[in-house]
Nanobody
Framework: QVQLVESGGGFVQAGGSLRLSCAASLSLSDIKYIGWYRQPPEKQREHVAD???????TYAEPVKGRFTISRDIAKNTVYMQMDNLQPEDTAVYYC?????????WGQGMQVTVSA
């Protein structure tokens, strides 16, 4: 089982930046996949970015060039630097890990971007 603790959400004006953190209870080297997802108001949850245990990174098209996912293996933590935030990035952001065939979700945190 993997426990995920997220931090870093909040309120920012358009063009601003935030850095999200996701601390895992297991070594990142033992977790097949960790990703960030978001759920905008009244919309479906969607993929934002992910990083695999081998370091392969994937971004959703809307965030390419603005968001950067990274990890600190020593701290068992995955980060997502979000730059040039726009109102359409407003959502609840979740960290999700896949380990031994199971999905584990963090508690979610609100990111609000004002125009």
């Amino acid at each position: 089982q993997v426990q995920l603790v997220e931090s870093g959400g909040g309120f920012v004006q358009a063009g601003g930046s935030l850095r999200l953190s996701c601390a895992a209870s297991l070594s990142l080297s033992d977790i097949k996949y960790i990703g960030w997802y978001r759920q905008p108001p009244e919309k479906q949850r969607e993929h934002v970015a992910d990083i695999t245990a081998t370091g392969r990174i994937t971004y959703a098209e809307p965030v390419k060039g603005r968001f950067t996912i990274s990890r600190d293996i020593a701290k068992n933590t995955v980060y997502m630097q979000m730059d040039n935030l726009q109102p359409e990035d407003t959502a609840v952001y979740y960290c999700m890990a896949v380990n031994t065939g199971e999905r584990y979700w963090g508690q979610g945190m609100q990111v609000t971007v004002s125009a």
